[in-house]
């Protein structure tokens, strides 16, 4: 059973690009969340998805930053016009009920 | 301080030794995690321990759980160089599971 998988594992982009990163959960999982970590701080929640529903997006920053889990496919986490401070790790958890939360690999965004 | 904060933030220790990490936090909890990350990866689940348990054993790990302490400890017995890491104390806020709070975690040197 192959874990949580995430891609890119790195991605760079310029200021104003949109950046997409892809979450797989685990076989059998139907709960995704992601999280985002900053240089030296620890993981911060941003928002928990099933299956084409957000249940709780409160983590999320209100503007350029969305979310999707579609009944087919990957979950996405889209963020818009990037800007400097969006440089982080971005880290995806899959989980069969609420708890534990499995991580993946992340994906550290480099904003130029 | 905020909620999942561990301490020591640095422990170097000899292979061999014990190392203890502690987690406090300030809300009432369900559940109280602890995970592994080691440098530029993903987070490993370790354990997780419920609010009605207070102690919880895996392999070398110990954890313990001292709800009228808002307290967690987490014991790594025998200790290798491969489990030189930061670890992170994860806590929900003790209303859904799921919006997991990190500490910015210890970062644990195991010296050969």
């Known amino acids: 059973n192959a874990g949580v998988m995430q891609n890119p594992r790195h991605l760079v982009r310029r200021r104003g690009q949109e950046a997409r990163l892809r979450c797989s959960p685990m076989k059998g999982h139907s709960h995704v969340y992601w999280y985002r970590q900053l240089p030296e701080e620890g993981l911060k929640f941003m928002v928990y998805l099933q299956k084409e529903n957000i249940i709780d997006e409160s983590g999320m920053p209100k503007e350029r930053f969305s979310a999707e889990f579609p009944k087919e496919g990957p979950s996405i986490l889209r963020i818009q016009q990037v800007v400097r401070g969006d440089s982080a790790a971005y880290f995806c958890?899959?989980?069969?009920?609420?708890?534990?939360?499995?991580f993946g690999p992340g994906t550290r965004l480099t904003v130029l | 301080s905020q909620q999942g904060e561990e301490d020591p933030q640095a422990l170097s220790i000899q292979e061999g030794e014990n190392a203890t990490m502690n987690c406090s936090y300030k809300?009432?909890?369900?559940?109280l995690q602890w995970y592994r990350q080691n440098s530029g990866r993903g987070l490993v689940h370790l354990i997780l321990i419920r609010s009605n348990e207070r102690e919880k054993h895996s392999g070398r790990l110990r954890v313990t759980l001292d709800t009228s302490k808002k307290s967690s400890s987490l014991l790594i017995t025998a200790s290798r160089a491969a489990d030189t890491a930061s670890y992170f104390c994860a806590t929900d806020d003790g209303g859904s599971n799921y919006k997991l709070t990190f500490g910015k975690g210890t970062l644990l040197t195991v010296n050969p």
């Open positions: 958890a899959s989980s069969p009920r609420i708890d534990p939360q499995y």
């Open positions: 809300t009432s909890i369900n559940n």
